[in-house]
């Protein structure tokens, strides 16, 4: 009889607590899911973020860390996971939407046993900074029940001794619609044991087939088997030299033609090289790995080898190279679009000569002297803006909803930002016109600049849960000699500070 394991992958424990959240569709974000540290201090699934963020309060220690919720980056997070365990088991699949099933029964023995590989698992698990939850049995549907729902992190339940083992487990252990759970509770019938006193007779004129199936599949008397996930195959290409060379140049026309390769088995499934490996083996078989990353996917065999040949000048090549190989380790889809106005055919018509012109300062400075501003959804202007390298697109998606801002209904321009936004805002001392309840002019390093028209106030705050909390009225001013500035006056200390300029 087969032997299943499933793994729950879950954030690690000792890592940051971190509250996924997502938009509920009425104007507000719920937490969509949280790790352990954060459940225990009361936190779950459904609460408001705000109600979330008021939980968890302020911790110098372990700073909570609040992220957007993307499905599909979670299933390809899963995918990849799956994927990687290929490395325990010749059979893994996907069950659900956060669990990854192994086929075991033939193979635990290489690992000293089912105790034994589970220990190696798990700490495999914990260096890619997730902790798993394991479930040893003979069918699919009881090691997925006990790994989700058991209380120890890795439970082994004995053959034949699936019925035992499920019965003290909730219902939802046996992976049901969210209508026959309901249907469940409304009758008193909270754990499977409680299901399995029924007349069998009965369920399907009750529930449907569903729960009965459920029920046949972890007993073992419905097959279940794994739908095992197929892993890509490497798009490689190789050249293995009859006499070593140390030629740069006969290097050079290698990579040329082996480049030619890639690009034609990528083209009949319309995708593009956005990440590259090359490998130079030398007679010794030590190998010189260049990788190379993109912006943006191509097929512009042009682009890539000046890529490819600004890599190699670089480094010095190794003597008496017997073999050259290069591997696309990411491919992407190219969206056709036809090419703009002075757009060459250099970027292979997939993006714009900007993209040409990144690839080719990563590959002189490296990916991290080559940053970006990237824009955050945060009304405070010192955490509006982020620098990151343009290859990491990690931070697109964090989005901060730790701040309110509100404005004055009467200032409806009251909300633009200046291009230049100063480190650190400067201290100023200013005329205000107490009558009229508005600014006349301000002085910086003892220049005064007399104030024609301003427009504010904009008011900015944040919760007191970031710890050091803002208060502050912003106002966009325009001086006599047609300059304009992004002054603020903070609520508490009612002193003035000059924070940006307008082009």
Same mark, same amino acid.
């Given at each position: ?39 225990? &201090? ?29 499905? +599909? ?9 799956? $994927?990687?365990?290929? /490395?325990?088991?010749?059979?893994? /699949? ?91 509770? #409304? ?26 199936? &459920? ?26 030299? #009859? ?30 090289? @956005? ?10 078989? #030590? ?23 600004? +890599? ?6 190794? @003597? ?16 056709? =679009?036809?090419? +703009? ?18 690839? &080719? ?23 509006? $803006? ?103 006056? +903070?609520? =508490? ?11």
């Amino acid at each position: 009889m087969q032997r299943v394991k499933a793994m729950l992958p879950e954030p690690d424990r000792r890592r940051l607590p971190i509250v996924l959240y997502h938009d509920d569709g009425r104007g507000g974000c719920r937490v969509a899911a949280c790790c352990p540290a954060t459940a225990r &201090r009361g936190v779950a699934a459904g609460m408001s973020l705000a109600e979330a963020q008021g939980v968890l309060g302020t911790s110098r220690r372990q700073p909570p860390r609040f992220l957007p919720y993307d499905p +599909r980056e979670d299933a390809l997070a899963l995918k990849e996971l799956a $994927i990687w365990a290929g /490395g325990f088991s010749p059979t893994v /699949g996907i069950v659900g939407e956060a669990a990854v099933a192994l086929e075991v029964s033939g193979c635990s023995h290489l690992f000293g046993g089912e105790q034994a590989m589970s220990r190696r698992l798990q700490e495999a698990v914990r260096q890619r900074g997730l902790f798993a939850r394991l479930g040893f049995a003979d069918t699919l549907g009881t090691a997925w029940a006990v790994a989700e729902c058991a209380a120890e992190a890795c439970t082994l339940v004995p053959s034949g001794a699936e019925a035992a083992a499920l019965c003290s487990l909730p219902v939802r252990a046996l992976r049901v619609s969210h209508t026959t759970l309901e249907l469940l509770e #409304e009758l008193g019938l909270r754990s499977i044991g409680q299901v399995l006193e029924l007349p069998r007779s009965s369920l399907p004129a009750r529930f449907g087939k569903e729960l009965g199936q &459920r029920l046949d599949q972890a007993l073992g008397q419905l097959p279940e088997p794994i739908e095992p996930i197929v892993p890509p195959q490497p798009v490689e290409a190789r050249w293995n030299l #009859e006499y070593p060379t140390s030629d740069r140049r006969a290097v050079e026309i290698l990579v040329g033609r082996l480049l030619e390769q890639l690009l034609a088995s990528l083209r009949d499934a319309g995708r593009g090289i @956005q990440q590259l490996e090359l490998r130079l083996v030398n007679a010794s078989r #030590e190998s010189l790995v260049l990788p190379l990353g993109l912006v943006s996917p191509t097929r512009s065999a042009a682009h890539l080898f000046d890529l490819l040949k600004t +890599r190699l000048e670089q480094v010095p090549l190794p @003597q008496e190279v017997v073999s050259v190989q290069l591997e696309v380790t990411l491919a992407a889809p190219l969206h056709a =679009r036809p090419l +703009r106005l002075f757009e060459s055919e250099a970027t292979g018509g997939t993006g714009p000569e900007l993209a040409c012109l990144v690839d &080719r300062l990563l590959c002189r400075l490296g990916r991290d002297r080559v940053v970006r501003a990237v824009p955050q959804a945060d009304p405070q202007p010192e955490r509006a $803006i982020v620098w990151q390298s343009w290859l990491d697109r990690s931070a697109e998606s964090g989005v901060s909803l730790d701040a309110t801002t509100n404005v004055d209904d009467t200032a409806s321009t009251g909300q633009q930002r200046p291009l230049r936004l100063y480190h650190r805002p400067i201290a100023i001392s200013v005329v205000w016109d107490q009558e009229q309840l508005r600014l006349e002019a301000f002085c910086r390093e003892s220049a005064e600049h007399m104030v024609s028209q301003a427009w504010g106030p904009e008011r900015i705050t944040t919760g007191w849960w970031r710890g050091h909390p803002i208060a502050r009225d912003y106002y966009r001013v325009e001086t006599t000699d047609s300059r304009r500035y992004w002054l603020f006056r +903070r609520l =508490r200390q009612q002193d003035w500070f000059l924070h940006g300029e307008f082009g």
